[in-house]
Structures are given as structure tokens and as C-alpha cells.
């Protein structure tokens, strides 16, 4: 059974930084490409970033790129989510996800002062 946990979220102030993990089970975490996805109250689901297995190349929605960095540990079957430079319209609820689309328990951020 796949189970993706998503932790690390809470309360910043504009600016800030949060690193967000997602511990992987159930599955061989290292053959898969994984994302992170948020969904903001009243919004729809959104993609925000994709780091693929093996080379590990990433790609990022325009809205984070060059604020948020996603990298993965494949050693410890988790992915992370740097965040910088946090904006109030970055709270969310943050998710990982597998590639094919395989989503766990999200977790809360909200950037308010």
C-alpha cells in the first residue's frame, strides 16, 4: 500500500522559510518521479513542482520558481520542499504526490504576520 505523509508546515510570517518532508512507503520511492501540489481554500488543486527519479532533474510552476526547491533523499524514501521567500498567497495545503498521481495526508502552511 503507498503511503505518502506530507509534514513539516505551519505558521511563518511573509518571508520566511519552511521545509516541508514527505515520507514514502509502499513503494520503490526511488523509481518514481514526485511532486508537490497545493490546494488553498476555495481553490482548485495546483501543481506546483516535479523532481524525477534517476537524474533528478526539476521542474516548477511559475508562481514558486526561484523561491521553492525540491529535492529528494532516495536513501531515506523522502521528498522535500524548500521554501523561501514565503508570500500569503503561498498557504495552502500542501500534498506529495507519486507521478501518477498518488496523493497522501497534506500538510497546513500559512504565511501571515
Known amino acids: 500500500e503507498v503511503q505518502l505523509q506530507a509534514s513539516g508546515g505551519g505558521l511563518v510570517q511573509p518571508g520566511g522559510s519552511l521545509r516541508l518532508s514527505c515520507a514514502a512507503s509502499g513503494f520503490t520511492f526511488s523509481l518514481y518521479a514526485m511532486k508537490w501540489l497545493r490546494q488553498a481554500p476555495g481553490k482548485e488543486l495546483e501543481w506546483i513542482s516535479t523532481i524525477t527519479s534517476g537524474s533528478g532533474t526539476t521542474y516548477y510552476a511559475d508562481s514558486v520558481r526561484g523561491r521553492f526547491t525540491i529535492s529528494r533523499d532516495n536513501a531515506k524514501n523522502t521528498l522535500y520542499l524548500q521554501m523561501n521567500s514565503l508570500k500569503p498567497e503561498d498557504s495552502a495545503v500542501y500534498y506529495c504526490?507519486?507521478?501518477?498521481?498518488?496523493r497522501g495526508q497534506g500538510t497546513l502552511v500559512t504565511v501571515s504576520s
Open positions: 504526490a507519486t507521478a501518477d498521481d498518488r
